[in-house]
C-alpha cells in the first residue's frame, strides 16, 4: 500500500483530535496575525521602508525579531524530540553563541550602521570588489533559502498529521499563507509580527512544561520526573569528552557554537536584517547582546520539557511510535503483523513502568538504588527501543511515511493527546506563529540581497522608489515559492532541527570566514579572497560528504581555511609582483 493511502481512517482519526474549540482558536490566532501584518506593513513608499522598515525599530523590537528569526517551529517542535531521543546535550550547541553577541556588537555593528546598508554583503564591495559581494551573497542565498523550505515543512507536518492531509499540500498552504503579509507590508510588517508571536511562544513554552508536569501519576512530581530522566542519560547537559565526530560536546559547543554563531548573526541576512533596522548602535547592540543572555536559557527550557517528556512516557503507556498517521496505516494495512509486536511492546513497556516507578520511590525514602536496578532498567529501555526501531524500518520498508523518522512527532503527540479542549489548538498556532516568524524574515532578507546585490547591482539607470517597490515584492514573491518547492524534499532530511543547522554549516564557514579576512587582516585584497572561498567551500563539502567531522566544526574549517588561503594567495602574489 503506496503512502498516503488509508486516508479515510486517518482523516477519521485526526478530526477526533481536534475540537470545534480548538480550530476556531487556531484559525482565529493565524488570521489575526496575518491581518496584524497587513496593518503594520501598509503605507509602503519605497525600497528604504519595505526593506529596512525606516531604521526606526527599538531594541526591543530588534530583540524579538532576532529571537523569533532564529526560534522557528523546527525549534519548537524538534528540540523536544531531539532531547527525548538523545538527552539534552544539544544545548551545548549555543554555548558559543553569548562570546559571538560581543564580538559582533564591536565589530560588526558599528560599521553596518555606518555604512547605512541594506545588506551585510554591500561592505564586502567596499572592501574588496564586486564579485567577492556577489559570491557571498550566493553562498548566502542558497543556504538560506534551503533552510527556509525546512522551516516550512516543518508546521506542515503538524496538519498532515491532524488532518490526514496530502504532505505537498500542507506546504503550499503553510508557506502561502505567511507570504500574504510578507508581500505586502516588507519588513516593517515582519517586525511588528514577530513581536507578537514570540510573547505568545514564550507564554507557550511555559504552559507545555507545566502541563507535561501536570500529567505525570498521582504521587510523582517534577523531582521525580527529573530523576528518571537523569537516571536515563536525558540530562546530559554537560558533555566533556572531545570527539571530532561527536555533534554535542562541550568543545564543539563553545568553539563551533561561536564560529556558526557569528557567522549566522553577523553575517547571515535573515538575521542582519533585524538588527540593521534598529534606529542607532546602540539600539542594535543592546538588542544583539540581550539575545546572548537569554537564548541558552530558553534552549535549556524547551530541551528540558523534551526529557520531562521521556520521564513522563516512563511512568505511563507510551506509543509505539509517535507518528500517528503512519502508525494507523499500518495498522490498518498490517493488524497479523503489528499485533505480535504490539503485544511484546506492551508487556515490556508495562516492566518498565514498574521499574521507572520503583526507582522514584527509592527515591522518596532515600534508598541507594542499586547497579543491578539500574542495568535492568536501561536493558529493558534498550529492548523497547529495538521495537520501535522495527516498527520505523518497516513503516520505511512499506513507505507508509516519507518521514520514518518519529522525532519530530514527540511533542506533537503528547499536545495532541493529553492537552485540554482549547489548549491543543493554541499550542498547534503557536507552532505555526514560531515558523512563520522565522521564515518571513527569512523570505525578506533573501528578497532584500537579491535585489539589492544581484538585481539593482548591475543597473545602469536610475530605478524609481516606486518601482523600487515593485521589485521587492516580486522578490518576496518568488523565494516564497522557491521555499516551498525546498520544502517538498524536506521529508528525507531526519531530525529537522539538525537539518537546519547542518545546511547552514555547510555554507556559514565559508562566508565568516571571507567577513573576518575584511575586518581584521586589511592587506588581503579581493582576488585572493575571492579564489580563497571557491577553493573552502569545495573542500567543506568534501569533509561533509567524507563524513570526517561533526558538522559544528566545519564552521570553524570553514573558517580558516579562507583566513589561511587567502593569505597564502596573497602572499603568493607580492612575490610574483616583486620578482617582476
Given at each position: ?6 486516508g479515510?481512517v486517518l482523516s477519521?482519526y ?9 480550530w476556531?482558536?487556531l ?8 491581518a496584524y501584518?497587513?496593518y503594520?506593513g ?6 528604504k ?9 527599538p531594541?526591543?523590537v530588534?530583540?524579538?525579531g532576532?529571537?523569533a528569526?532564529?526560534?522557528?517551529a523546527?525549534t ?8 527525548y531521543?538523545d ?6 550547541y549555543?554555548?558559543g553563541?553569548p562570546i559571538a553577541m ?5 565589530t560588526?555593528?558599528?560599521?553596518f550602521q555606518?555604512?547605512?546598508?541594506y ?6 564591495e567596499?572592501?574588496f570588489d ?7 551573497s550566493i ?6 533559502g534551503l533552510?527556509?523550505?525546512i522551516s516550512?515543512?516543518a ?5 498532515s ?8 499540500l500542507t506546504?503550499i498552504?503553510t508557506?502561502?499563507?505567511?507570504i500574504?503579509y510578507?508581500?505586502?507590508g516588507?519588513a516593517?510588517a515582519v517586525?511588528h509580527t514577530?513581536?507578537?508571536q514570540?510573547?505568545?511562544i514564550l ?8 502541563l507535561?508536569?501536570?500529567?505525570l501519576?498521582t504521587?510523582m512530581g517534577?523531582g521525580d520526573a ?7 542519560g ?8 572531545f570527539d571530532?565526530k ?5 568543545w564543539?559547543?563553545?568553539?563551533g557554537?561561536f ?5 549566522y548573526f ?7 536584517g533585524?538588527?540593521?533596522t534598529a534606529k542607532?548602535?546602540?539600539e542594535?547592540?543592546t538588542g544583539?547582546l540581550?539575545n546572548g543572555i ?8 524547551i530541551?528540558?520539557?523534551?526529557a ?16 500517528d498517521?503512519?502508525y494507523q496505516?499500518?495498522k490498518?494495512t498490517?493488524?497479523?503483523?503489528l499485533?505480535t509486536l504490539e503485544?511484546e ?27 543491578k ?5 536501561m ?9 520501535r526501531?522495527t ?10 511515511s516519507k ?6 512527532y514527540?511533542f506533537l503527540?503528547?499536545v495532541?493527546?493529553?492537552l485540554p479542549?482549547?489548549?491543543?489548538g ?5 507552532i505555526f506563529?514560531a515558523?512563520w516568524?522565522s521564515?518571513s ?5 533573501l528578497a532584500?540581497s537579491s ?15 516606486k518601482k523600487?517597490l515593485?521589485?521587492?515584492?516580486l522578490?518576496?514573491?518568488g523565494?516564497?515559492i522557491f521555499?516551498i518547492a ?5 521529508t ?8 537546519v543547522?547542518i545546511?547552514g554549516s555547510?555554507?556559514y564557514?565559508c562566508?565568516?570566514?571571507?567577513f ?14 575571492f579564489?580563497?572561498?571557491i577553493v573552502?567551500e569545495?573542500?567543506v563539502?568534501v569533509?561533509y ?8 566544526w566545519l564552521n570553524?574549517?570553514g573558517?580558516i581555511?579562507v583566513?589561511l588561503i587567502s593569505s ?10 616583486h620578482t617582476?
Amino acid at each position: 500500500m503506496p503512502a498516503g493511502t488509508g486516508g479515510v481512517v486517518l482523516s477519521i482519526y485526526s478530526t477526533l483530535a481536534m475540537s470545534t474549540l480548538d480550530w476556531g482558536i487556531l484559525f482565529a490566532t493565524l488570521v489575526g496575525i496575518i491581518a496584524y501584518g497587513v496593518y503594520k506593513g501598509r503605507n509602503q513608499h519605497g525600497s528604504k521602508t519595505y526593506l529596512l522598515a525606516d531604521k526606526n525599530m527599538p531594541w526591543y523590537v530588534v530583540l524579538l525579531g532576532i529571537m523569533a528569526t532564529q526560534a522557528s517551529a523546527v525549534t519548537f517542535l524538534s528540540a523536544p524530540g531531539q532531547a527525548y531521543t538523545d538527552g539534552m546535550r544539544f544545548v551545548q550547541y549555543y554555548f558559543g553563541l553569548p562570546i559571538a553577541m560581543v564580538v559582533i556588537s564591536i565589530t560588526f555593528i558599528p560599521i553596518f550602521q555606518k555604512l547605512n546598508v541594506y545588506t551585510a554583503y554591500e561592505y564586502l564591495e567596499t572592501r574588496f570588489d564586486r564579485k567577492t559581494r556577489v559570491l557571498t551573497s550566493i553562498l548566502f542565498l542558497l543556504s538560506r533559502g534551503l533552510s527556509t523550505g525546512i522551516s516550512i515543512y516543518a508546521p506542515s507536518i503538524i496538519l498532515s498529521s491532524i488532518m490526514g492531509w496530502n504532505i505537498y499540500l500542507t506546504n503550499i498552504i503553510t508557506g502561502g499563507l505567511l507570504i500574504i503579509y510578507t508581500y505586502s507590508g516588507g519588513a516593517k510588517a515582519v517586525a511588528h509580527t514577530q513581536k507578537l508571536q514570540f510573547l505568545i511562544i514564550l507564554a507557550a513554552i511555559a504552559i507545555a512544561g507545566y502541563l507535561v508536569v501536570d500529567n505525570l501519576p498521582t504521587g510523582m512530581g517534577m523531582g521525580d520526573a527529573l530523576y528518571v530522566a537523569g537516571k536515563s542519560g536525558k540530562l546530559n547537559v554537560i558533555t566533556t569528552t572531545f570527539d571530532w565526530k561527536d555533534k554535542y560536546n562541550i568543545w564543539s559547543g563553545i568553539i563551533g557554537g561561536f564560529f556558526l554563531s557569528l557567522s549566522y548573526f553577523g553575517t547571515d541576512q535573515s538575521q542582519v536584517g533585524r538588527y540593521i533596522t534598529a534606529k542607532d548602535t546602540t539600539e542594535s547592540r543592546t538588542g544583539l547582546l540581550m539575545n546572548g543572555i537569554v537564548k541558552i536559557p530558553m534552549q535549556f527550557g524547551i530541551l528540558l520539557i523534551g526529557a520531562l517528556l521521556f520521564a513522563l512516557y516512563s511512568f505511563k503507556p507510551a506509543p509505539l511510535y509517535f507518528n500517528d498517521s503512519a502508525y494507523q496505516t499500518y495498522k490498518a494495512t498490517r493488524p497479523a503483523e503489528l499485533a505480535t509486536l504490539e503485544a511484546e511492546y506492551t508487556t515490556l513497556h508495562t516492566a518498565y513502568q514498574a521499574q521507572a516507578t520503583s526507582m522514584a520511590q527509592a527515591r522518596k525514602t532515600h534508598m541507594q538504588v542499586d547497579e543491578k536496578q539500574l542495568a535492568a532498567f536501561m536493558q529493558t529501555q534498550h529492548n523497547l527501543q529495538a521495537i520501535r526501531d522495527t516498527v520505523k524500518s518497516r513503516i520505511t520498508k512499506y513507505g507508509y511515511s516519507k518521514d520514518a523518522n518519529d522525532t519530530n512527532y514527540i511533542f506533537l503527540y503528547f499536545v495532541q493527546h493529553n492537552l485540554p479542549k482549547g489548549l491543543v489548538g493554541l499550542l498547534f498556532a503557536v507552532i505555526f506563529l514560531a515558523s512563520w516568524g522565522s521564515i518571513s524574515a527569512a523570505i525578506n532578507s533573501l528578497a532584500s540581497s537579491s535585489l539589492i546585490d544581484l538585481q539593482l547591482l548591475n543597473n545602469t539607470e536610475p530605478i524609481s522608489e516606486k518601482k523600487q517597490l515593485a521589485l521587492g515584492r516580486l522578490h518576496t514573491l518568488g523565494w516564497g515559492i522557491f521555499c516551498i518547492a525546498v520544502a517538498m524534499f524536506a521529508t528525507r532530511m531526519g531530525s529537522l532541527i539538525e537539518a537546519v543547522n547542518i545546511l547552514g554549516s555547510l555554507f556559514y564557514g565559508c562566508i565568516l570566514g571571507i567577513f573576518l579576512v575584511a575586518f581584521y587582516i586589511k592587506k588581503i585584497q579581493g582576488r585572493a579572497v575571492f579564489i580563497a572561498a571557491i577553493v573552502t567551500e569545495a573542500i567543506v563539502v568534501v569533509i561533509y560528504m567524507a563524513d570526517a567531522v561533526s558538522f559544528l566544526w566545519l564552521n570553524v574549517i570553514g573558517a580558516i581555511l579562507v583566513m589561511l588561503i587567502s593569505s597564502g594567495i596573497s602572499i603568493i602574489h607580492k612575490k610574483e609582483v616583486h620578482t617582476e
